[in-house]
């Protein structure tokens, strides 16, 4: 019979490999106990691994689109309230024009009223949300509206440049008190207008862009989500507050100062209605976002859906695998240790 030699080392070096195959698979079993899912998808799906890849891209894009709406959502929703506040502020306006129309209001009520319709109108169209000014169509980090009141503003030089070149004095002048009716009426078509109508309004009062925000709500369909400070409705506001503000603090005349009513009253009124519009368009808009992002959800539900049957695996059998492995693994560093500790000088003493 013949004997055959028995190598510690031959040992030791078996079991260290068996560690190492142990271990990575230990760190497999992990994973997939962790998450449910294949740790290895091209592994475990063979060639429909472009399948799962596809679903999972998909998935992704659908899931980028549901958070983009929600921000959109939000941002209508602020153009909401603010359109119902600006609103409102035209409705307390067109009531003391009203007023004042009737000869109830003194000038000065009238006055303080367009400044105030004037001021909101400023504060609100130059609200921003998430960093962003919401009114200024795609030019969304500049302010939209510049205040009439500030000191140095075009917008006032341009006013009182009009109102001289029109009626060849200022309108602090005495010579205001005599101003009729007809030529009020003139300088409202002739020289106001295109001021808030016109190029002026531009040029001097907005830096919004008339192109407005276009997102996408769905894979395939994109809406209009902004509202810009240059639709009409917010001009001619801006016009009837203005001219009253500014002429009702001067020397014109009782005369001119009720065809400058009754011009703000029409202009006024179609600024609510106006409004109301763009209030209209904005709850179609939302309306329509928050059906794009329900038909999201429904589709990233059955993409998840598909992509588990793919890679999902029983946790409990990755549990199980787990635990063996390590007991498999806590064996093999004890057969190490008592391999370790074998000697021939130990053994012959």
Do not use: C
């Amino acid at each position: 019979m013949k004997a055959s030699g028995v190598s510690t080392v031959a040992l030791s070096q078996s079991l260290r490999l068996s560690l190492v195959r142990a271990q990575a698979e230990l760190v497999k079993a992990q994973k997939e106990a962790q998450t449910g899912r294949a740790a290895d998808t091209g592994l475990a799906l063979g060639t429909g691994t472009a399948q799962s890849v596809s679903f999972a891209r998909d998935l992704e894009r659908i899931s980028g689109i549901i958070d983009s709406n929600s921000l959109v959502s939000a941002r209508l929703k602020a153009t909401q309230d603010a359109l119902a506040q600006i609103s409102a502020a035209a409705q307390s306006f067109l009531s003391t024009l009203m007023t004042s129309s009737s000869g109830d209001a003194i000038g000065n009520v009238t006055r303080d009223s367009a400044r105030t319709t004037l001021e909101a109108l400023t504060d609100i169209l130059n609200t921003s949300f998430n960093g962003e000014n919401i009114f200024a169509g795609i030019n969304t980090d500049v302010k939209p509206l510049n205040d009439y009141t500030a000191p140095g503003s075009t917008a006032k030089a341009s006013f009182d440049a009009a109102f001289l070149a029109h009626f060849g004095f200022t309108q602090d002048d005495p010579a205001a008190a005599s101003i009729s009716v007809t030529d009020m009426n003139a300088f409202m078509d002739m020289q106001v207008e295109p001021l808030f109508m016109g190029a002026g309004w531009a040029t001097d009062w907005s830096n919004a862009s008339d192109q407005r925000i276009v997102s996408r709500i769905t894979l395939t369909e994109t809406t209009q989500t902004s509202v810009s400070a240059n639709q009409d409705g917010f001009r001619k506001l801006a016009m009837a507050a203005t001219v009253i503000m500014d002429l009702f603090d001067s020397n014109v005349g009782p005369g001119a100062r009720a065809a400058l009513v009754e011009r703000a009253v029409s202009l006024v009124g179609d600024a609510i209605g106006g409004l109301g519009d763009l209030q209209a368009t904005t709850g179609i808009i939302q309306q329509r976002v928050a059906n794009a992002t329900e038909r999201l959800e429904v589709q990233s539900d059955l993409f998840e859906r598909r992509i588990g049957n793919l890679l999902d695996i029983d946790p409990y059998e990755a549990a199980t695998r787990v635990s063996t492995l390590l007991t498999q693994i806590e064996t093999s560093y004890a057969l190490t240790a008592r391999l370790q500790q074998l000697s021939i000088t130990r053994f012959i003493s």
